[in-house]
């Protein structure tokens, strides 16, 4: 069936099946693979992006669920060439080190930012809890969101604006 789905501000109409995955649909139908594929059984994370502005598992969502609706995965993170303080924060303070479940890390990190700008770490440690990370250890994980948050805090009393980009 045909679909559109509006992808990092771009409408794309493609034909699919119907039981393609979200997944599927980024990284084979638009080569999207900053969206990774770590698992079979939902529980690895490093699939996430936004769904209308909420972090969903795309492994979990069929392309046709998206019909009408936007994505955001993490190629649409950055804005006119300048990084999302999420992440300038995972590069400061080496929140990563395959690298395999930073995006899906990072997009949960924008939206815990865009919902509670100064969270401490039991609240980063919970919203991240439904992703896993083999080689971190999540510590610079956290450090790497609490520097995001101090970054945007200082922007937005600097009067650049709560966010990096053009997001409010
Ligand atoms: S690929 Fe593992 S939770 Fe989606
Ligand atoms: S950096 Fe390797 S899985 Fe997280």
Redesign the pocket.
Known sequence: MQITVTVNGQPYTRDVEPRLLLVHFLRDHLALTGTHWGCDTSNCGACVVHLDATPVKSCTVLAVMCDGHEVTTVEGLERDGELDAVQKGFAECHG???????PG?MLTARWLLDNDPDPDEGRIRETISGQ?????GYENIVRAVRWAAGHEAGRAAAGEGAREGTRT
């Open positions: 990563l080190q395959c690298g395999f479940c930073t890390m896993l990370c083999r080689c971190t």
